[in-house]
């Protein structure tokens, strides 16, 4: 009863990293999945079709498509305004007036110094045009600006502090003007203005749409979500890009059959975008109006994906009239502390959800904040984990203590019970029966050591998910060859750590010393506790260390650092109470 007992507390222990994740962190519940379909493409060669949501909005067709050039190049291509801010540089297009040249100053693409900064957005036509256009749309027929029109302006500059404006007349009675400013981080704000100086009323819709051309390379891993999402009615909606390509939605103008994902929230305000691991652009409609939102799919050569919002309601310009809307963009790092601080301070619903921190935010998000506190206090986030190990620690020391004095008299037992199991060697029934009467006498319980173990699984998990989904653990160094806590130990012991200069087949995996330290202090916790009884038992029992080491060479070097330092910490815990019990040497087999 006893081995069994630990035997399965083993088994759900090893598989609890790989299985649990799922139930516990996965960013969309898994519901019934939309009836699997063949995939369309949505086009033809004669032009647009219309895509329901955001007015105005079309698909291009074939015959618009050009073959990809270079960024450089393309940049050339039409005036543009510089962007220099503190945190990214880049150009707005005056043709369509759109946002898609921005780079990010401050991150590089890998830890190397001399990496080049990561380039976020690009025009259309390039090799992955990702970008932000904003708009007005009409039911009725009347000029508008649109991706091919070329504004005008005297401005050259956009930086913080000096907001850039562009005009355009569409001489049929309406005048157009933009006004984009932004911050010192990664929030442009675009205020829309029309001026009627026909003789009759107009109502214009204000839209806004991001597109991106040519599914992204993601880490597909099931605790992070990447691609669109939004909040509507104070509801996070996250769609993989996978469910946005299956998706069935009618035109009701076209009547015809397109992939699409729409939201009609009840209430004002909101946010969309899309979102990668670290990045995000997203768009931010008036907080005061009533938009409507919706993902999209279709395919021209290559997946695209669009989100977009349309104003529900429109706006009526009398003649002689004016009318104004103004939107924020976000394109920029997913930094926890700029996303608060815009939820709070520009009223934007949950836009701190962004950052995937899973259905235990409550606990990921707290973690989170004491390690940028900690790191922030003593300069590094690889001692902000060992402090934080010990503040854990500290909390369920009692527990621990309770668990640990119960596994030492169950240690002191094993003498006893391995009388037993010789006397009855015959007889497994009564073999369980002395030993629970043996259990019950002594006051000792087989299954209280294992509560550290399901003690930690939570703080493993909230952890891994701190340092896998947030960006100010990107690239950040600990000591020595660890150079970013977010990446697994670099270092190999097929290659002698990295002595002997030899390219591995990709089948060979990467096990580094951390690794390798964790499964020692593992190996040396387990000769703390109780030995099982079964031959076969312990021999499972002495593969887990060896299992756990291969198993989280490939995690963030933090999480190992952790689970290491954790371990450390046990182990001295549980040897001090163990020679307090009278066990002279804790680590000798039962």
């Known amino acids: 009863m006893f081995e069994q007992r630990n035997l399965i507390v083993a088994i759900v222990f090893s598989v609890a990293i790989l299985v649990l994740w799922q139930f516990v962190f996965m960013p969309e519940r898994v519901t019934r999945d939309q009836t699997a379909q063949s995939e369309q493409t949505v086009g033809s060669s004669q032009g647009g079709v219309r895509v329901p949501g955001a007015p105005g909005v079309t698909v291009p067709g074939r015959s618009s498509v050009t073959p990809p050039r270079e960024r450089n190049a393309v940049l050339k291509d039409a005036p543009r305004i510089k962007i220099e801010t503190p945190t990214i540089f880049g150009s707005l297009s005056l043709l369509g007036g759109r946002i898609d040249d921005i780079t990010l100053k401050g991150y590089r693409e890998n830890v190397e110094p001399d990496s080049p900064p990561v380039t976020f957005m690009s025009p259309p036509n390039t090799t992955n045009p990702y970008y932000a256009a904003l708009g007005w749309s009409s039911r009725a027929d009347v000029s508008l600006p649109g991706e091919d029109t070329l504004w005008k302006t005297t401005d050259t500059v956009l930086s913080p502090g000096r907001p850039v404006t562009m005009r355009w007349d569409n001489g049929v009675n309406l005048r157009f003007f933009r006004t984009i400013d932004i911050d010192a981080d990664y929030m442009f704000t675009v205020s829309d203005r029309v001026e009627n100086y026909g003789s009759e009323p107009i109502k214009l819709f204000p839209e806004g749409k991001i597109i991106r051309k040519g599914k992204p390379e993601t880490v597909d891993f099931f605790i992070l979500h990447e691609g669109p999402l939004g909040v509507f009615d104070n509801n996070l909606e996250m769609k993989s890009y996978k469910k946005i390509k299956k998706a069935e939605f009618r035109d009701p103008t076209s009547k015809q059959m397109v992939h699409k994902i729409q939201y009609k929230p009840a209430n004002s305000g909101g946010w969309i975008g899309i979102t990668d691991k670290y990045w995000l652009l997203a768009l931010i409609p008036d907080q005061q109006t009533k938009s409507v939102f919706s993902y999209n799919h279709w395919r021209v050569d290559r997946d695209n994906f669009q989100v977009d919002f349309g104003d529900a309601d429109g706006q009526e310009i009398g003649a002689g009239e004016s009318g104004s809307i103004s939107t924020r963009v976000f394109a920029g790092a997913k930094v926890v502390r700029l996303l608060d601080g815009y939820k709070n301070d520009l009223g934007i619903a949950n836009f701190d959800l962004a950052v995937d921190f899973g259905l235990l935010f409550f606990l990921t998000k707290p973690m989170f904040l004491v390690l940028r506190f ?78 550290p173990i399901f003690v930690q699984i939570p703080v493993f998990f909230a952890l891994y998910k701190v340092l896998f989904v947030t960006i100010e653990m990107r690239h950040t160094p600990f000591f020595g060859w660890i150079q970013d806590l977010s ?104």
């Open 374 to 451: 900690l790191s922030e206090t003593i300069g590094n986030f690889g001692l902000a984990i060992l402090l934080v190990t010990v503040i854990v620690k500290a909390i369920f020391f009692p527990l621990a203590n309770r668990s640990y004095r119960a596994m030492s008299k169950m240690k002191k037992l094993g003498p006893e019970m391995a009388k037993i199991r010789e006397r009855f060697k015959d007889d497994r029934q009564q073999q369980q029966k002395e030993m629970m009467g043996l259990y019950k006498k002594e006051g000792a319980n087989p299954i209280s050591g294992c509560l």
């Open 487 to 590: 990446a697994p130990d670099p270092l190999n012991i097929f290659t002698g750590f990295g002595l002997i200069p030899i390219s591995l087949p990709e089948i060979i995996p990467v096990i580094g010393i951390w690794p390798i330290l964790m499964g020692l202090s593992m190996w040396l916790q387990q000769r703390l506790n109780p030995q099982p009884m079964d031959k076969m038992q312990q021999r499972i029992f002495m593969l887990l260390p060896i299992v756990f080491t291969f198993i989280l060479a490939p995690f963030p070097a933090g999480l190992v650092i952790y689970w290491t330092w954790n371990n450390m910490l046990s182990i001295a815990q549980q040897w001090m109470i163990m020679r307090q019990a009278g066990i002279k040497n804790p680590a000798a087999v039962d």
